[in-house]
């Protein structure tokens, strides 16, 4: 017997924004589209959702759980050896930025159009890089440098670069660059 999986109309509002605001901006994509995409009502929507600032945090929270996980999984794949856990980094870096419609980091792009830092738009984004940053100094922590959230913070200004980059550039180049850089970085780290 065959049995489907019903998805919450939340997760379906979810789901069509993570679409949507991805491919076309926050700020481009009305609430009537997502609406529509979800296929169901205002009343629907408004039941879930305040307003679109909380289905647009709802969309970086779940963007967050994925990136989380992906990094969860490299570090566990890794063994924590942080300069393994980077060439897996590296990796899904270069398979992320060859995907097509990709469009560089999501909560850069948040950033980017949510200026305010006290708009909950942008609590959501400062929240996930200071996960971020939180586990790249966990992951740096058995190399014993001087100042592993230095290490951390250099981390994340690589990943942040890499992310445009491989928006703008040939995908292998920038995965092989974070690679090279990290490996730099984390090589330094003692150092500093």
């Not at 942080?82 to 792009?109: H, Q, T, W, Y």
């Not at 250099?154 to 850089?181: H, I, K, W």
């Amino acid at each position: 017997m065959i049995t489907t999986v019903k998805t919450s109309m939340r997760d379906r509002l979810v789901e069509a924004a993570m679409q949507l605001f991805y491919a076309s901006g926050l700020r481009a994509v009305s609430v009537d589209k997502v609406i529509e995409a979800a296929a169901t009502t205002k009343v629907t929507f408004y039941r879930h959702f305040k307003s679109k600032d909380d289905l647009v945090v709802a969309y970086l929270e779940r963007r967050a759980a994925l990136e989380r996980e992906g990094i969860g999984a490299a570090i566990a794949h890794g063994g924590g050896d942080p300069e393994s856990v980077l060439r897996l980094i590296a990796e899904a870096l270069g398979v992320i930025a060859c995907e097509p419609g990709f469009r560089g980091c999501p909560f850069i792009n948040a950033a980017a159009e949510y200026p305010d830092p006290e708009s909950p738009v942008r609590k959501a984004v400062d929240e996930h890089r200071r996960w971020c940053k939180r586990t790249f100094a966990e992951l740096v922590a058995p190399l014993r440098p001087a100042d592993p959230g230095a290490v951390a913070d250099d981390l994340m200004l690589l990943r942040d670069g890499a992310m445009v980059a491989g928006y703008l550039d040939e995908p292998e180049a920038v995965a092989a660059s974070f690679l090279r850089s990290g490996m730099a970085v984390i090589g330094a780290a003692d150092r500093v």
